[in-house]
């Protein structure tokens, strides 16, 4: 299985600065025969489902602002979410979905400071 | 709009079954892979399992192989999820979720809102 870990577990960021929130993968999520990296983040608010905000490391899902942002290659990833709102307070989580079971990091708590 | 809406949930005892289900809209079911992730209280995500667009393929996390079993029905849109012998460790909130592309890429752009499933004696 592939383990996905995800540092720091929690952080406090002031509104308006910046964020940076890493992932790390046991082994490679690059596919060679398409260069691309299985690898997706995730926001989750109390009491509601996980939305999708980032996959292929760094392409935003439709409607996502573009203060997040994502990048790495292989085992190293990172979301960063620029000019902080007070609605980014969520946990974000990292998945990989190049193989089964599809795993997802411990989770990263982001709070206002 | 793409909706997804479990059911079934609830309190069971150690042992017991549970079956859940996912009504799905706004999208062509038939034509989509369909997962299963839990989420035990206060803690991470877990995929559970997987089933192809015509159920003929199937993939279980090892943590419930051989006691959960996901099956669907096209014509009623509706995916399940059977689960069988359960454990305390069981418990968790068990979402649908919808992968963003139908050739099974396992990446979720929906989620539903999740039903609750307590295994306590």
């Known amino acids: 299985d592939i383990v996905m870990t995800q540092s720091p577990d929690s952080l406090a960021v002031s509104l308006g600065e910046r964020a940076t929130i890493n992932c790390k993968s046991s082994q490679s999520v690059l596919y060679s025969s398409n260069n691309q990296n299985y690898l997706s983040w995730y926001q989750q608010k109390p009491g509601q489902p996980p939305k999708l905000l980032i996959y292929w490391t760094s392409t935003r899902e439709s409607g996502v602002p573009d203060r997040f942002s994502g990048s790495g290659s292989g085992t190293y990833f990172t979301l960063t979410i620029s000019n902080l709102q007070a609605e980014d307070v969520a946990v974000y989580y990292c998945?990989?979905?190049?193989?089964?079971?599809?795993?997802f990091g411990q989770g990263t708590k982001l709070e206002i400071k | 709009q793409v909706q997804l809406v479990e059911s079934g949930g609830g309190v069971v005892q150690p042992g017991r079954s549970l079956r859940l289900s996912c009504a799905a809209s706004?999208?062509?079911?038939?034509?989509?892979?369909m997962d299963w992730v839990r989420q035990a209280p206060g803690k991470g995500l877990e995929w559970v399992a997987f089933?192809?667009?015509?159920?003929?393929?199937?993939h279980y996390a090892d943590s419930v192989k051989g006691r959960f079993a996901i099956s669907r029905d096209n014509s009623k849109n509706t995916l399940y999820l059977q689960m069988n012998s359960l454990r305390t460790e069981d418990t968790a909130v068990y979402y649908c979720a919808k992968p963003h592309y139908a050739s099974g890429i396992h990446l979720f752009d929906y989620w539903g809102q999740g039903t609750l499933v307590t295994v306590s004696s």
């Open positions: 089933i192809s667009y015509d159920g003929s393929n199937k």
């Open positions: 706004g999208f062509t079911f038939s034509s989509y892979v």
């Open positions: 998945q990989q979905y190049y193989s089964t079971p599809y795993t």
